[in-house]
Nanobody, 115 residues
């Protein structure tokens, strides 16, 4: 089992910044990739950014150039630095950890961007 605890969400004005954190614990050695997804009201959950065990990153087109995913291996923590936030970035952001045959989710953290 893997436990994921997110933090760092909140309310920010358009153009502002937030940094989300996701601390992983438990059976973390076999995690292949971690990432962030988001779900806005009435919409499906969508990928925001991922980072593999080897450090390869991937971003949704809508956040490229504004968001940066990173990790601190010693702290078992993944971060999402979000800059130039837009109202359309408003959503619940979920941390995700993937193994070969199973994935784990955090409880989610709300990000609200006001115009």
């Amino acid at each position: 089992q893997v436990q994921l605890v997110e933090s760092g969400g909140g309310l920010v004005q358009a153009g502002g910044s937030l940094r989300l954190s996701c601390a992983a614990s438990g059976s973390i050695l076999s995690i292949n990739a971690m990432g962030w997804y988001r779900q806005a009201p009435g919409k499906q959950r969508e990928l925001v950014a991922t980072i593999t065990k080897g450090g390869t990153t991937n971003y949704a087109d809508s956040v490229k150039g504004r968001f940066t995913i990173s990790r601190d291996i010693a702290k078992n923590t993944v971060y999402l630095q979000m800059n130039s936030l837009k109202p359309e970035d408003t959503a619940v952001y979920y941390c995700n950890a993937k193994k070969v045959v199973v994935a784990y989710w955090g409880q989610g953290t709300q990000v609200t961007v006001s115009s």
